[in-house]
Structures are given as structure tokens and as C-alpha cells.
């Protein structure tokens, strides 16, 4: 920063203490640094050998945190993880783990890798481990899980086109109404990547074509299941969005050029009759956007590593922003960055023109020949059932044909504000968990609260105010540095997994803040100062303010 700015900055911020100019510029400089020592708030779970915690599940009803882990999976206490916690082992049997080994696999790598933790319905869990390269999912009825039952080899079915086989591979998968969506590796090389409905009935069991114009050396980062038939006046279906970084095609380049992608199929398609029998009908992609449009040689952040859904009203799919961190292909390791999706930009792109190669000039181009109706990739709406497409099994070939050579779209999706909302130098962030919060003070505000998980163990707490977001705190979580694995966001906690343990911490800690000044100039919206315990509060006090009087500083000093 330069010295006018900086001058300018304190200036301001003893004039005014909210300035938001400032904040730019100070936007990726930590206020606070919280290091290991410090925290009191913060409890760490670990157990003798147990490591590599991944996966987290939410049950709200019995304030139960699910995690799973390498050969275990484990059920603890959402108010306090060391209350009482229980587990069940399930480890891959020894001569199994031989064959993996002889296989020229890595023996650390020949366990059960936790991936898949979702529930099946109110009482059971779907669960999927790598199990040496032999990718097992199993059924656990809650109650059994309490007693703490063994699991038995009778109840393992195929984890295949559900489970990668390798622990080091990315994935994603979610579960729509008790059936699972699955985006991985379909074998035990690796070669053949597909997103699939993995679970349910056979007849609908769907993949992926397996061809590099739907997928192309892809890794899957994450997953979402939008209710859009709610609502709906075009009686439109539900959609499952992926996210992955894959390798382009549509670029001329010398290099091979990554690129970050959006894709979706409707939950309804069953495949096509003849033309892709098996394959989903409504399987369209495009690329997302996430460059700083104003710097000359702006960066594109081209490697997505992780993605969030927010949908912050519940009832209404429509609120639904996804927030992504990536890094760049040319920069690896300097810079990360954080760009946000509205559900809205995603559907206009899916919805608009599509791209194809065109032999003649030999580039990539915008589809502009005739387009066959009804529009390839489309779910089925009421006005396709009234054509008398009543699934996608009535398709005609023609409209088949057309969206298995044309899964991808023209227009790119721009982040909100067509800029990243935060830059971070010297940072890989590995994971992201957002929340909507209403500020604690006076006005009806509601504020993005970020937190990122980076490759070092720390978690950065962000907060967006207008199109950029500043880090409030910097939080060293492990005396020895180690990557966040996940992050998982419920009510005022934040749940951390790693190598090493499973971390538990308040979102807001405003209490170390004892003067009225830091705990304002915090810019943390989930603390106000409470003008009457003279104290920097969370959320739930009732009066607090966001301006530190005259009379603050006089009771500060005097009390
Ligand atoms: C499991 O944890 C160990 C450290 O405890 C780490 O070296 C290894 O990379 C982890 N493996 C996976 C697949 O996460
Ligand atoms: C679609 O459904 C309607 C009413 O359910 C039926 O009359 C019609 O024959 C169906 N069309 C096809 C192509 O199956």
C-alpha cells in the first residue's frame, strides 16, 4: 500500500470508523491474528488411531455431528465434540490391503477412506469408504450406530460410479430425495470419469457419456441439489449441479489450459430410448468466469478447489449463490482467490447459445445454425408434456443427437459484481463455508460471513461488505501445520476437519474484544458493544451498538 493510502486510511478510520473505501484497500489484511496459544474457545477432538477425518453430517434432532474418517466413522456431539463420542470401525480385512499393496499401491493408501456420509431417510446413513482401492458403500440404521455395532462384509454393496477407489482423488456427490448423484471415477485406473445417478432403481441408473466433450480429465470439487420445481410456473424439475476444473478443449493455446466448470442434469431424466440409452439427456456445462476485469494483466483464477451453496431462504431456491475458491494454473501457490455465482447468471448461461467445433476453420465457435426442437438439454416441463414429451424417454433423436455432441454452452458465467470479491496473495485456501447473517446492531442488515480453510491449518473469517469481502481474523487452529480437509457450518459453531483432529469453535468470539473500539473496529458483524455490561457481545444481545460514544471510552477507562 502506498503511503498517501495508508495516511488516508487512518485518517479516516479515526473520522469516521466504518469507512468502507478503507477497507479496500486493507481488504486482505487480517485485523486480528489469532495464534494456537490464544485460543481458549476452541476444542480439539482426537482420538489414537484415528486420522484423516473428511466427511461431516448434520442430524439436527439429536445434536449428533457424523464424520467419517480413515476405517472409521464417528458420531459426536454437536454442542461440545468430546461429550461422550462413538464410533464404528469399519477396516478393510488384511489380506485384502495385501492385494492392494501388490498391486503397487502405497499401504497408507490401502484403507478405508470415508467419502460418501449422507442419509437415506429419517433413520438410516448411506455410507461409502474407498476400501483399498475397492470402493464398499454400507447402510447404518441410527439406532445400531448408538450401540455401536460392528459392521459386516454382508451388508457392503458396490461402491462403484458412487465412491472414488483412490483417497487422493476429488469427488463430489449428493443426495436428492434418498437417491444418490455421484461425480468420480468409474474404475480402478482412473480413466473413466462420469457423473451418475449411482443409487435408486436400476432402470435409473445414468451416467455420463463417456466421451472428452462431456468430461475431460475432470476433478469434482462439489455438488448441489436445487429444489426448482418449487414454485415453478413452467412446471420445471429439480436439478443437480456440478462443479468441477477440467481440461479445455475450446481454447487455442500451446499449453494444456484448465478450466472451471458448471454443470447440471434434471433429477427426472431417465435417458434417452435408442440415442443415449443410459446417458442423460440433460447433462449441459459451461465455464465459469473468475479474473479481476480492471487489473491490466489480470489474473484468471482457472483451478476451482471448492464450492458452497448458500441458499439463504429456505423455501426459496431462488436465493441460491455459490461461492467458490480457486487459484490459477500459472500461479500456483502465490495467490488465491474467491468468486460468487448467483443460481440466476448459472440458468441464463445454461439456457443460452451452445458452442461447437467447426471443422472448416478449425476453432470453436457459437452454434448458429438451426437448433432442433424441443431445445436439446431442456428437463421436462408442462409445455413438453404438453407436446407429449412426457419424459425423456419420448425424445426425439434428432434433439438426442444434437445435445450428446453439444453438452457444452457459449457463454461463460461472470461472478457477482464481475470480480472476484476477494484476492488473497501468498494463500491456498482448500475449503469454503459460508453464512447469512443479520448484523447484531441497530440496522436490519444481513452480511456473508466467509470462512476459508487453507493448505497451512489456518481458517480465515471474512466478512462481504458490498462487492468485497475483508478478513476480520486470521486463526492458527494446529501446533503442527496441516491442510483443512472440510468445514461444516451449524447454528453459532464452526467444525473443522483434519489429518489430525476434528476442531470445534464459536463463529464469533467477541468477548476477547474488551475496549468499545476494538470490538467495533472488528467489522465483525456478529458483535456489537452492549452500552450497559459495557461489553463487545454476540448476536444474541439485545441493545449493542455500532458507534463507540464519548461515554464508552470514560467508562472503559474508569471501570
Ligand atoms: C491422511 O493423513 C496423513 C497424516 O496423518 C497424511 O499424510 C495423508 O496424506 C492423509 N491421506 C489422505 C488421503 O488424506
Ligand atoms: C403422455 O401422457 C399422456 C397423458 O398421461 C398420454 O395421453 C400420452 O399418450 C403420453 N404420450 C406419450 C408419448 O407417451
Not at 445400531?144 to 469427488?171: A, H, T, V, W
Amino acid at each position: 500500500m502506498r503511503l498517501v493510502e495508508y495516511l488516508f486510511c487512518v485518517f479516516s478510520l479515526q473520522r469516521l470508523w466504518f469507512q468502507l473505501d478503507c477497507a479496500l484497500a486493507l481488504q486482505a489484511v487480517p485485523r486480528v491474528a489469532v495464534s494456537f496459544t490464544e485460543q481458549k474457545h476452541k476444542s480439539h477432538f482426537t482420538m489414537d488411531d484415528i486420522s484423516n477425518y473428511s466427511v461431516f453430517l448434520v442430524h439436527e434432532s439429536s445434536r449428533t455431528l457424523y464424520v467419517g474418517a480413515k476405517d472409521y466413522i464417528l458420531a459426536l456431539s454437536l454442542d461440545s465434540v468430546n461429550d461422550n463420542p462413538k464410533w464404528i470401525e469399519w477396516k478393510v480385512p488384511k489380506q485384502h490391503q495385501d492385494s492392494c499393496a501388490q498391486k503397487g499401491k502405497k499401504e497408507i493408501d490401502c484403507h478405508n477412506y470415508i467419502r460418501i456420509l449422507e442419509f437415506l431417510n429419517d433413520d438410516e446413513l448411506f455410507v461409502c469408504g474407498t476400501y483399498s482401492f475397492d470402493p464398499q458403500c454400507i447402510r447404518i440404521n441410527l439406532e445400531e450406530f448408538q450401540l455401536g455395532k460392528l459392521i459386516s462384509d454382508e451388508k457392503m454393496e458396490n461402491g462403484r460410479r458412487k465412491c472414488p477407489f483412490d483417497p487422493s482423488q476429488k469427488y463430489a456427490a449428493v443426495m436428492a430425495d434418498g437417491v444418490l448423484y455421484a461425480a468420480t471415477v468409474n474404475n480402478f485406473l482412473g480413466t473413466d470419469p462420469l457423473i451418475s445417478r449411482a443409487t435408486g432403481n436400476l432402470d435409473s441408473g445414468i451416467r455420463t457419456d463417456a466421451t472428452a466433450v462431456w468430461l475431460s480429465d475432470p476433478d469434482f470439487v462439489g455438488s448441489a441439489f436445487v429444489r426448482e420445481s418449487q414454485h415453478s410456473d413452467i412446471g420445471d424439475d429439480d436439478k443437480i449441479y456440478f462443479f468441477f476444473t477440467e481440461t479445455a478443449r475450446e481454447f487455442d493455446f500451446y499449453q494444456k489450459v484448465k478450466v472451471p466448470r458448471v454443470a447440471r442434469v434434471c433429477k427426472g431424466d431417465m435417458g434417452g430410448l435408442k440415442t443415449l440409452q443410459r446417458r442423460w439427456t440433460s447433462f449441459v456445462k459451461t465455464q465459469l468466469v473468475c479474473a479481476d476485469p480492471d487489473s491490466e494483466n489480470g489474473i484468471h483464477f482457472n483451478i476451482l478447489k471448492d464450492m458452497f451453496t448458500l441458499q439463504s431462504e429456505p423455501n426459496d431456491w431462488s436465493t441460491t449463490v455459490f461461492y467458490g475458491i480457486f487459484v490459477s494454473q500459472w500461479k500456483k501457490g502465490e495467490v488465491s482467490a474467491v468468486c460468487s455465482y448467483s443460481i440466476q447468471d448459472i440458468l441464463e448461461a445454461l439456457n443460452g447459445k451452445f458452442k461447437e467445433y467447426n471443422r472448416d476453420c478449425e476453432k470453436w465457435a457459437t452454434v448458429t445454425g438451426v437448433i432442433p426442437e424441443p431445445r436439446p438439454g431442456s428437463c421436462i416441463t408442462s409445455q413438453m408434456k404438453a407436446m407429449s414429451f412426457n419424459t425423456s424417454l419420448d425424445l426425439p433423436d434428432r434433439v438426442l443427437n444434437f445435445i450428446r455432441d453439444h453438452p457444452l454452452m457459449d457463454q461463460p458465467v461472470h461472478p457477482i459484481d464481475k470480480r472476484p470479491i476477494l484476492v488473497k496473495p501468498d494463500t491456498n485456501y482448500e475449503t469454503i463455508a459460508v453464512t447469512r447473517v443479520a448484523a447484531v446492531s441497530g440496522s436490519k442488515s444481513h452480511y456473508d460471513v466467509l470462512f476459508l480453510g487453507t493448505d497451512k491449518g489456518h481458517i480465515h473469517k471474512a466478512v462481504k461488505i458490498g462487492a468485497q469481502a475483508v478478513i476480520l481474523e486470521d486463526i492458527t487452529l494446529f501446533e503442527i501445520n496441516q491442510p483443512i480437509q472440510n468445514l461444516q457450518l451449524y447454528q453459532d459453531s464452526l467444525y473443522v476437519a483434519s489429518s489430525s483432529s476434528v476442531v470445534h469453535l464459536p463463529i464469533a468470539n467477541c468477548s476477547k474484544f474488551r475496549k468499545c473500539h476494538d470490538c467495533i473496529l472488528a467489522r465483525d458483524p456478529l458483535c456489537g458493544w452492549d452500552t450497559e455490561q459495557l461489553k463487545c457481545v454476540n448476536q444474541d444481545a439485545n441493545e449493542s451498538v455500532r458507534r463507540c460514544e464519548r461515554t464508552h471510552f470514560i467508562d472503559q477507562v474508569t471501570s
